[in-house]
Each structure stands twice: as structure tokens, then as C-alpha cells.
């Protein structure tokens, strides 16, 4: 992992292979207009230019970064990874972008940690790569780098980039070595002793009348898992349940998928990592709130013993649901998991999960849609996510949707809906069923789950970890709230 430090030292003195320095609007270039011009650099958002420093810096190489008069948190982080992404061949940075508070040197150090993220797990050695460098430390400016508080905060960053991290890690590996029992385990060894962790395997699902997991996992050859995570402090002042979708792959079942639809099917359980890691990361931080977090693991998979379109399941609640389209799977593990969730009287819920193609549709690929039962409550959830940096937008639950969720001729309610739109609204109002009156949100994480491609900003190709930071600004301001 990268080391960010901090230091009081000037952007002309600082020593590091490369010097990110950011350029506000309405800042005298100094020494370096010249150069600037030449290159081209106006200063328009998200510009970038490298050039070497000469006598203008200690640092070799300068890697210039557009900033606005008044930078956001968000720009910040975004600046800090476009000059690390421009700094490629740096082992060390030195990052000048006049944080004017604690809160700015915070989002910077988030935007060092994520920035610089990569996934090479399955790269072979070629020849010369053990010479390639790799960047290993970042030191922030700062007039407060000798505060307690920006210390903490570049700590805080660290502790919540690691969870975005692992959670992209978990997201990248491919679905043959992540399957439902080594998900449950790679989340049991990353909780260690800062979190208790229980695994229910079929059997206990079956005892415990999971019979949304266990449906949709009973096609494959490798069976589902439930992994129930619990942070409980003494000192906790509110309750809060997570419950995440982790299909480990998602073929579409006996309604399979077209062959290019699955080939990035591995994010399916992008939903279950980002409630596994956020978990982790609360305890961690020391939070004192109450988490339990539910990952509800399976693998959709076709064959002769695969959930049939029209079988009829019962769930967790005892509430029976017909099946008409087992590609939306889903909803059917997150039902036993957010069932779980309410029956353990927690003050509030947050599910997340890669969930449905028409949130796509309706906010596009970079934007999670946030829908629930609480008004009040999806306020707070939208608000975290704005501080946070993560693009969320709220969407409503129609009444409509309850009474085709309940549309069922067979069942008590019908997975499927049986019109092609509104398909995030009626999923929503499905999931609804299950959290009883408690306050609950849902984050449809569809399409920011993943990045099919190239790199921008801090967002790498692959896994991108969204929903986590959301989790832990909304577990934050909870525990502020007392």
C-alpha cells in the first residue's frame, strides 16, 4: 500500500522523483508561466501537463493539475490521481495543492490512495519488469502537516481507501477463484480480529429457511454462503444493518445470458464487497455505532437442479415468491439478507447491490440510484454520498410497483416484473417486502460497480470499490449525530 505522509516543506524545496502542483484558477504561475503557455496549459478543468522542473523545483519533473478558484474535496481527490496517473514512472511525489483545511488534506490522501491502485495478480513476469518502477510513497504539503488533526485524517483516509481497495480486489478476481466458499473466506481472513464473522453454509441455510440463497445457488456445483459480519462497541449509540448482493457469477441461470453479457460477470457481487469492507473499515476507525452486515453469497449457475422460471420459493420471511426470470437473482438473496437484517431490530438498513440494468438505463454508467422507504433516511444516505465523492441520485418507489410485486396468481409475490419498465422501481419495491417499518435505503450499484474502460482519475479499470466510501461517511455522520 502506498505511504502518504505530510510535511510543512515548500513545493520548491520538497525532495520526490516528481512535484504535483495544482493550479487554481487565480493563482500567479510565478517562475513557471512561461513554460505553462508554451504548453498549452489554460487552467481548463481536469488539464494536465508534465514537464521537468529545471531550476524551479527540487523534484526533477513537474506535473501540473487544473484546479477551480474554490477545489471541492471531490476535485482534490480527483486532481491527485490525474498527477499521480501523469507521474507513472515516480517512486516518490511530493503533492502541492494548497489544501486550505483538515478536510482537504483528507480527501488529497483518498486521492493518493485510490489513484494509485492497481490489479496485477494474474500479470506474468516479462522481461524487464522487475526493473519497472512502482510509485511507494506520497508526501502531502501542508501548513497543518504538524496538526494532530491532519494526521488522523491522513490516517482516516487510509484505513477507508484500504476497504475501497480490497473491495476492488475482491471485484477483479476472477469468478473460477472466487466462488461462493472462497468469497466467505477471503472476507473471514480480511476481518481478522477487528470484526466477528460467522459463515452459514447450505446446510445452516437450509435450517435457517434461506430459501432465496439457496435457490438461486443450487445450479452450481460450488454451494451458497451467508457471511454475517458484526462490529458491536459498547459504546454504540445507534444500530445499522448492511446487506449486500455477492453472486460470484452470474450466468442468468437457466434464463442464461448472452455469451459478451457475462463476460464481466464477476462483478455481480461488487454489492456484498462493499458491505464486507466497509464493516471492517468502521470497526477499524472505531466508530461507535452498531453494524451488521449480511453478504449473501451464491453463484447463478444452469443446470439439471437450477431453479426452474416458474418454481415457487420460500423466503426467510416465510413469504413465498414465484420465480419468473431466475437472471434476476438478485433480489431473491438479498430477500433472506435484508429479512435477516429486520429481525435484528436494526434502527436502520442499507442494501447494496449490482442489481438491475435499467438503473443504467435511467442514470447511466457512472451514477448509482438510492430508493427506499424512508424518506428522511435516503436524504442522509444522498448526502453521504455527495460528501463522500460518489455519484449517487435518489429515485422513487411508485405505488404502482406494489401491486405488481403482489401480482401473483401463485405465490405471494412475483419476482418478475411483467412489464419491461420501471425495472429498478419494481425491484425496490420488492426488496421493500422484507425490511417490515424500518427505515431502509437501497443502492442499485449497476453501473459504477464496474470500468470497462480506460482509467480517469482515481477510478481504475475493473472493480472501482463504490458504495464504500458512502457507507462510512453515512456510519460517521450517524455516530456524529448522538
Known sequence: MLSVTLSTAKPTTARADALILGIRGDDDKGDLAATLDLLGFTGEKGQTVTFPAGDAAKAPLVVAVA???EPTAEDLRRATARGIRAAKNATSVAIALHPAGVDEVEAIAEGAQLGSYSYDTYKTKKKGDAKKPKLKSAVIL???ARQTTATKAVERAATVTAAVNVARDWV???????????????????????????????????????????GVGQGSDSPPRLVTLSYAPANAVTHLALVGKGITFDSG???IKPGASMQTMKLDMAGAAAIAAATVAIARLGLPIKVTAYACIAENMPSGGATRPGDVLTMRSGATVEVHNTDAEGRLVLADGLA?????????????ATLTGACMVA?????????????????????????????????PITEEMKGKVTSSSLADLRQHNPKPYGGTLFAAAFL?????????AHLDIAGPSFNEGGAV???????????????VRLATELAEAR
Open 432 to 440: 421493500r417486502e422484507f425490511v417490515n417499518d424500518i427505515p431502509w
Open 172 to 214: 477483479n478476481t476472477p469468478p473460477g477463484d472466487l466462488r461462493p466458499a472462497d468469497f466467505a473466506e477471503a472476507i473471514t481472513a480480511h476481518a481478522g480480529t477487528d470484526v466477528k464473522v460467522s459463515v452459514w453454509d447450505e446446510k445452516r441455510l437450509a435450517k435457517e429457511r434461506c430459501g432465496g440463497i439457496l
Open 67 to 69: 484546479l477551480p478558484e
Open 363 to 395: 442514470l447511466g454508467e457512472l451514477t448509482s440510484g438510492i430508493l427506499g422507504n424512508d424518506e428522511d433516511f435516503s436524504d442522509q444516505v444522498f448526502a453521504a454520498s455527495k460528501a463522500a465523492g460518489e455519484s449517487m441520485w435518489p429515485l
Open 340 to 352: 435477516l437484517a429486520a429481525e435484528s431490530k436494526a434502527d436502520r438498513i442499507v442494501d447494496v
Open 253 to 255: 441461470g437457466l434464463s
Open 142 to 144: 501542508s501548513p497543518f
Open 457 to 471: 482519475d482515481y477510478t481504475p479499470v475493473g472493480g472501482t470499490g463504490v458504495g464504500v466510501r458512502t457507507l
